[in-house]
């Protein structure tokens, strides 16, 4: 019964659902790539112009190289995203260099790989099921693989994350034969992003019926989950930032993101949908502990954000919630180990391919 209730319900609303993926790929990024040691050898790159063409993405994007106020303002500080902010009200994480000077292969790698998330796939249509996806973004950066439950596919797979990956992936290739070594890792960082983004379970399944009020099913749906699926990723960023910064819980998570295995890559899209299914896998069981350890405040139908004291309190949880954190920290981790697994398979395929080593 639950389970047609929840076809009608799908299938009346569009989720408007705010995907950041996880929040700050760029520490994601830096902590998995301490793994690849061979990207020492590119520490001397020039920042070169951007000479692309590129008709996929938003027409009002803009190529950033450095963080200017212009693109403080995308991230305010309205205690919602605090995690980009230093304590003292300083910006960190992505910094970036002018055109001419000189950078490394992995600070492109690390800043960039956040590029994706900064409205390059908005303002645009691709399908008319992205309306089940949070939009153009969320249709991008999400994918429901073959056999999960979901609207409007059904059971088919959904959401374009594979070929983003095939796209920019093919990108750098082109970038790399002229030898513009600089564009050729920034591409590889967008990859990065959205195979990130597909280790994420809440961007591998649409929603859980424990999100939905029989009451107000449509009003349910869409807030409940996005807002389940905003505290999980600004309450794990917050983690990996705090312990980041020496800061530590009793169960750590930085190790994880250092645990992938290297595996054998077919290609970047079979790579990003093999990924997607792994993360998809512990979905339903991200959604139950998200409700248990976050609690009902979320199970409001209004927009509800984490704020920096609530994150500490579950940060430093005691008694019964430190054995909820264990579990929704256990699960997390398994989800870092399925995103370093798939980033550093991906840059080891990707030196074999363009001759890197
Ligand atoms: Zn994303």
Redesign the pocket.
């Given at each position: 019964m639950k389970i047609s209730k929840l076809i009608l319900v799908l299938f009346l609303i569009f989720l408007s659902i705010s995907?950041?993926?996880?929040s700050r790929?760029n520490l994601i990024t830096r902590i998995i790539l301490t793994e690849a040691t061979w990207l020492e050898k590119y520490n001397e790159i020039t920042v070169t112009p951007y000479t692309y063409t590129d008709t996929t993405i938003n027409p009002e994007f803009k190529i950033y190289y450095e963080l200017s106020e212009e693109m403080k303002k995308k991230f305010p500080d309205d205690g919602k995203f605090f995690d980009y902010y230093k304590e003292d009200g300083s910006y960190y994480g992505y910094i970036g260099k002018k055109v001419g000077e000189k950078t490394s292969a992995y600070e492109i790698l690390c800043d960039y790989s956040d590029e994706?998330?900064w409205d390059m796939d908005k303002n645009m249509h691709h399908a008319f099921n992205q309306k089940f996806m949070g939009g153009p973004?969320g249709f991008r950066?999400m994918y429901y693989p073959f056999g999960s439950f979901k609207a409007a596919n059904i059971i088919f797979a959904q959401g374009d994350t594979p070929n983003r990956v095939e796209f920019y992936f093919e990108k750098s290739r082109e970038a790399f034969a002229k030898g513009d070594r600089y564009w050729g890792f920034r591409f590889l960082a967008r990859c990065i992003?959205?195979l990130?983004?597909v280790s994420n379970p809440y961007?591998t399944k649409q929603t859980s019926s424990k999100f939905i009020h029989w009451n107000d099913p449509v009003a349910s749906t869409t807030t409940v989950t996005a807002n389940y699926h905003a505290v999980w990723e600004v309450y794990f960023a917050n983690v990996l930032t705090y312990e980041y910064k020496g800061k530590t819980s009793n169960h750590p998570m930085i190790p994880f993101l250092r645990k992938g295995k290297i595996e054998k890559v077919k290609d970047p899209k079979s790579l990003t949908k093999q990924t997607a299914r792994k993360s998809c896998a512990l979905a339903k069981k991200c959604f139950k502990t998200s409700i248990e350890f976050f609690g009902k405040d979320y199970d409001v139908l209004v927009d509800r954000y984490i704020n920096e004291d609530e994150f500490t309190e579950l940060y430093y949880a005691k008694g019964e919630k430190e054995i909820q954190q264990k579990e929704i920290h256990d699960l997390c981790s398994e989800a870092y180990v399925i995103a370093s697994g798939a980033v550093l398979s991906f840059l080891e395929y990707s030196a074999e391919e363009f001759k890197l080593r």
């Open positions: 995907v950041f993926g996880w790929h994706p998330d973004q950066h992003h959205y990130e983004d961007h």
